[in-house]
């Protein structure tokens, strides 16, 4: 069966820190992957998605960027942290393509950036 | 994908049935109909998806409206690990890897 892996469970950064975020997929291959943000009572907003490896589009302006080295490997990185970073932050994957596609989310990371 | 409207709250009684609704006035011809819930603190979990027939499984069933405009979710008989944040999403195919989440109905169970 397909396991989703999302690390850490929390994190408390500093402004201007760095970050990365890792998530791996089990039990499937060429998964589509995606990152989403969850702010403080706000709905989900996808941030990056990807359909293979080194292909990453994304879909909000932003301080972040995502890298895919591994077919089942998505990385949500960040040179210097802003206080805007915080948030519920969700890892999913998916596969196969149309309109009866399937998201299968991992248990996120709370960021906190202080 | 088709924009959807969902109340921003509903409120139950445990054991009770619940129908949570969502209009989708825009949506094609080929969209699916998808829910997602999300639980406290953790990422959202697939509930059900459906076409054009109404659709049941293990969690619930999906009644769509014949002109495909609205949809309600039903649990038939709610529980307290029911509360939670629904979300109805309009899932447009192709190349379009991007499922669009609104704010959802937070579905309050009442022991």
């Known amino acids: 069966s397909q396991t989703i892996h999302q690390w850490p469970a929390t994190l408390v950064q500093p402004v201007g820190s760095p970050l990365s975020l890792e998530c791996t997929v089990e039990?499937?291959?060429?998964?589509?992957l995606y990152w989403y943000r969850q702010a403080a009572g706000r709905g989900l907003q996808l941030l990056f998605y990807?359909?293979?490896?080194?292909?990453i589009s994304s879909e909000v302006p932003q301080n972040l960027s995502a890298s895919r080295p591994q077919d089942r490997q998505f990385i949500l990185s960040s040179k210097k942290l802003l206080l805007s970073d915080s948030g519920f932050y969700l890892c999913?994957?998916?596969?196969?393509?149309?309109?009866?596609?399937?998201?299968?989310f991992g248990s996120g990371t709370q960021l906190s950036v202080l | 994908d088709a924009k959807t409207t969902q109340p921003n709250s509903m409120e139950s009684n445990e054991e009770e049935p619940v129908h949570l609704p969502c209009n989708h006035s825009?949506?094609?011809?080929?969209?699916?109909i998808h829910w997602y819930r999300q639980l406290p603190s953790q990422g959202p979990e697939y509930v059900i998806h459906g076409l054009t027939s109404n659709v049941n499984n293990r969690m619930a069933s999906l009644a769509i409206a014949e002109d495909r405009k609205s949809s309600t979710l039903i649990l038939h008989r709610a529980t307290l690990r029911d509360a939670a944040v629904y979300y109805c999403i309009g899932r447009g195919g192709g190349s379009n890897y991007k499922l669009t989440f609104g704010k959802g109905t937070l579905l309050t169970v009442n022991p």
């Open positions: 990807s359909v293979g490896i080194g292909q």
């Open positions: 999913a994957w998916s596969v196969g393509t149309g309109s009866s596609e399937k998201l299968f």
């Open positions: 825009t949506i094609s011809g080929t969209d699916y």
């Open positions: 039990g499937t291959s060429n998964p589509n």
